[in-house]
């Protein structure tokens, strides 16, 4: 592709996102959004961040794509203490330490 093209592709990109945000927020904007949806957009993030973590534990990237002991190990201990504390700090560093260590071991 040319560089041209490329800064079009961007730039549609980039006003298609904006229009689609807006049309959101500008239709909804003046009036609040209903209890039930409220209620149901707080459990967004928790939804996503799965979604996205998800491959890179299963397929990781550092692997080639297999599937890897360590790193499911890694996710189960950081899903545990998430669990168990409900700490998010405290999940994220327990997996990171759990996956150092059995980086180190296997």
Do not use: C, E, K
């Amino acid at each position: 592709m040319s560089d041209l093209a490329v800064w079009i592709v961007i730039a549609v990109t980039g006003i298609g996102t904006f229009l689609l945000r807006f049309s959101f927020l500008g239709a909804l904007g003046r009036h609040s959004l209903p209890p039930m949806v409220l209620r149901l957009l707080r459990y967004t993030p928790v939804a996503v961040l799965p979604a996205l973590v998800a491959p890179l534990v299963v397929w990781p990237a550092a692997t080639g794509g297999q599937t890897d002991p360590a790193r499911l190990i890694a996710a189960l201990a950081t899903l545990t203490v998430g669990m168990l504390t409900r700490n998010v700090l405290a999940a994220i560093l327990a997996g990171a330490a759990t996956l150092a260590l059995m980086l180190y071991l296997v």
